[in-house]
């Protein structure tokens, strides 16, 4: 599975972007998927996952209630709304995929995409 994140930019604090993560290869479906992110001189961090089986989400809490992640199986492709940016949302956005029934982490990712900057003014 290779993965290819897209949909960064420069947005202004309260806005809304959309991040998008299109999955190479026949076993998407079978893998659970993850976005994480990692701001300037800051650790990667886990943001938003869901299983491939039944759609169940779990979302950081910084997050929640902001961002929605979602997926298509048919277009292969991962899917974050993003809602109220706000500055300490600045990161390169990342997308991990995990075969089997755990969702991807930092230290246990199968694949990872290559990341999409966002950044948010105030």
């Known amino acids: 599975v290779q993965l290819q994140a897209s949909g960064g930019g420069l947005v202004q604090a309260g806005d809304s972007l959309r991040l998008s993560c299109v999955a190479s290869?026949?076993?998407?479906?079978?893998?659970?998927m993850g976005w994480f992110r990692q701001a300037p001189g800051e650790d990667r961090k886990f943001v938003a996952a869901?299983?491939?089986?039944?759609?169940?989400?779990h979302y950081a809490e910084f997050v929640e209630g902001r961002f929605t992640i979602s997926r298509d199986n048919a277009k292969n492709t991962l899917i974050l709304q993003m809602n109220s940016l706000q500055p300490d949302d600045t990161a390169v956005y990342y997308c991990?995929?995990?075969?089997?029934?755990?969702?991807?982490?930092?230290?246990?990712?199968?694949?990872w995409g290559q990341g999409t900057l966002v950044t948010v003014s105030s």
């Open positions: 991990a995929a995990r075969a089997g029934s755990l969702y991807p982490t930092i230290r246990n990712a199968d694949y």
């Open positions: 290869g026949r076993t998407f479906r079978s893998h659970n």
């Open positions: 869901i299983s491939w089986s039944d759609g169940t989400t």
